[in-house]
């Protein structure tokens, strides 16, 4: 589904109707004519078919002079145009669950009427079904431990007697996405800078290690490439660098591995090999030897064995070919690498602000084999999150939260 209304909360993006991702903006509501809306309840006339049975929607939102306004409105009956899985009604507790709970996609004709540029989503639960549930924090007890997967809500899975939602494409509402469940992690202080995730206490780059890419043709600082993973023992990673002639000093440690590459200019690719033994995070520090670095990196992962399911925070792999998107954070531009084209493909490159509204369409003809492309003029953009999205005939092939800095 393309964009839709729901509440304060706007989806950006549903990639199936059972798939959430990217998360919901909570800085701004979502509105359209006069009226911004707080949140669309509903309440199925039978909660065995509840989007399709019909039922009544209350939306409360704010008039012009700022006072909270509740309407009630009937849906008729085979209005929805999808149901989706839910688990906590908008607007409870955090710390409150409903088993049988969801969420129901309408179409704005069969509600108000008259069609508007995105269906509505509300939230609906069986207030019967709903109980309080210990699943963030596990280092606290379950005075009612959860004994088995079935003893927690559909969408959860039972772990050391507590109930974690799972996270199978790496996003989640709350916390991180640590070996497939959400986990709430203890705050960084101080709190960790933009394009950074703060997990255990620690910051990390909010990017997947296999496929990240980096380019630095400049500066004389120390840089450092701090990484958390979920790729289990015995997985092989492939660091490739180039130093571009200019001496660079690389150190690589974390998960078993531990090693130093000393001062060195190359003229081309290197490639070394390390095979991860146990822990998640690793840390790569590269370091300007004489006059400042300038260097090129990548990593890869052979057969990418993992503890859970695949994180996929930006690029995708699709027959053998790779799309790789950079830098991140950015300042002014964004450069697109394509490996291994197969044929030539005529596609797209778009920009979405974090409301999911389109900032940025580019038509671009990719050439079989590599292509560079550069996306500039994004100085004037405002700091924050962007999602950059590219398209092969019309299908997404990569796309990858960046952040805009000063």
């Given at each position: 589904?393309?964009n839709?209304y729901?509440g304060a ?10 798939n959430?991702?990217f998360g919901?903006?909570q ?9 911004q809306f707080?949140f ?5 006339n039978?909660?065995s078919?509840p989007c ?6 209350t ?8 006072t909270a ?16 899985p839910?688990?906590?009604?908008f607007g409870?507790s955090?710390?409150t ?10 179409d704005?004709?069969d ?5 508007m540029?995105k269906p509505?989503?509300?939230?609906w ?9 210990v699943w ?6 379950n ?8 003893d927690?809500?559909p969408?959860?899975?039972c ?5 974690y939602?799972?996270c ?17 992690s ?5 709190s960790?800078?933009p394009g ?18 980096e380019e ?9 490439y701090n990484?958390?993973?979920?790729l289990?023992?015995?997985?092989v990673?492939?660091?490739s660098y180039?130093?571009?002639t200019r ?8 998960s078993g ?6 001062c060195?200019?190359t003229?081309?690719?290197?490639t ?18 004489q ?8 990593i ?10 695949p994180?996929n ?10 799309i790789v ?11 697109i690498?394509?490996?291994n ?13 974090n409301?999911?509204?389109?900032i ?11 292509n560079?492309?550069n996306?500039?003029?994004l100085?004037?953009?405002s700091?924050g999150v962007?999602l950059v999205?590219?398209?092969?005939r019309g ?6 939260k960046?952040v805009?800095?000063?």
């Amino acid at each position: 589904f393309s964009n839709s209304y729901f509440g304060a909360w706007r989806c950006e993006v549903c990639s199936s109707e059972t798939n959430y991702i990217f998360g919901n903006d909570q800085d701004a509501c979502s509105s359209f004519g006069n009226w911004q809306f707080t949140f669309f309840d509903f309440v199925p006339n039978d909660y065995s078919n509840p989007c399709n049975s019909g039922g009544t929607l209350t939306i409360m939102d704010f008039d012009d002079n700022g006072t909270a306004i509740i309407h009630e409105v009937e849906v008729p009956a085979n209005s929805a145009i999808a149901e989706l899985p839910g688990l906590q009604p908008f607007g409870s507790s955090l710390n409150t669950w409903c088993k049988n709970s969801g969420w129901c996609l309408f179409d704005a004709l069969d509600v108000y009427g008259f069609s508007m540029d995105k269906p509505l989503l509300a939230t609906w639960a069986q207030e019967e079904s709903c109980e309080e549930i210990v699943w963030d924090d596990p280092t606290t007890p379950n005075p009612d431990p959860c004994q088995s997967d079935n003893d927690c809500p559909p969408g959860f899975v039972c772990v050391d007697g507590n109930c974690y939602q799972e996270c199978p494409d790496g996003e989640c509402l709350y916390g991180v996405c640590i070996e497939g469940i959400c986990v709430e992690s203890p705050e960084c202080e101080p709190s960790c800078p933009p394009g950074y995730q703060c997990i255990e206490g620690d910051c990390y780059l909010n990017e997947e290690i296999c496929g990240f890419y980096e380019e630095v043709n400049g500066g004389s600082g120390i840089n450092t490439y701090n990484f958390y993973h979920d790729l289990a023992p015995g997985t092989v990673i492939q660091f490739s660098y180039n130093t571009l002639t200019r001496e660079d000093e690389i150190f690589i440690s974390g998960s078993g591995i531990q090693d130093h590459i000393p001062c060195v200019g190359t003229n081309g690719w290197q490639t070394v090999n390390y095979t991860i033994t146990g822990g998640h995070a690793i840390t790569i520090t590269v370091s300007p030897c004489q006059s400042g670095s300038k260097y090129h990196f990548s990593i890869t992962c052979e057969g990418a064995l993992r503890n859970g399911p695949p994180i996929n925070r930006g690029v995708e792999d699709k027959d053998e070919e790779k799309i790789v998107i950079y830098p991140n954070p950015f300042v002014s531009s964004i450069d697109i690498k394509a490996f291994n084209i197969a044929s030539p493909f005529d596609g797209q490159i778009l920009l979405f602000d974090n409301l999911g509204r389109e900032i940025l369409r580019k038509e671009v003809a990719f050439e079989a084999g590599d292509n560079s492309l550069n996306i500039d003029g994004l100085e004037h953009l405002s700091t924050g999150v962007y999602l950059v999205m590219v398209r092969k005939r019309g299908e997404v092939c990569a796309f990858r939260k960046v952040v805009k800095v000063e």
